[in-house]
């Protein structure tokens, strides 16, 4: 078997795991997909997360080509994120998720009963 870090760019399921292993990584995603926000409106849309690890998950998303970072040159200084052209490509993906998981909650529904 193949060492996990030789998987990464080879195996598209692995590759795909890796790039959205971040916790609040799809909903960064979701959150950007209308539009470019910057720290404190995306902070605020996400609830729960610190600023600390919304910066790093944001830095790993642009490593990975997903979002942009586009910093104004005024004072004080404004920077927005946005999806790169790679990063909308998810969408499609995002709805598909979107619609499984309302499935999941409709099946955790009649689960219960």
């Not at 590759?15 to 404190?40: C, E």
């Not at 605020?44 to 910093?71: C, F, P, W």
């Not at 927005?80 to 598909?96: C, H, I, M, R």
Request: proline share 4%.
């Amino acid at each position: 078997m193949e060492n996990n870090d030789s998987l990464f760019g080879k195996c598209p399921y692995f590759t795909a795991q890796k790039v959205f292993s971040g916790k609040w990584s799809i909903l960064i995603m979701y959150h950007l997909n209308d539009g470019p926000l910057r720290h404190g409106e995306l902070q605020r849309s996400l609830g729960d997360i610190t600023q600390a690890t919304l910066t790093k998950q944001l830095r790993m998303l642009e490593d990975y080509g997903l979002v942009s970072r586009y910093v104004y040159s005024e004072i004080p200084p404004r920077v927005e994120y946005s999806l790169t052209d790679l990063g909308k490509a998810f969408n499609p993906v995002l709805e598909q998720l979107r619609v499984w998981g309302e499935e999941y909650i409709e099946f955790l529904k009649t689960a219960k009963k």
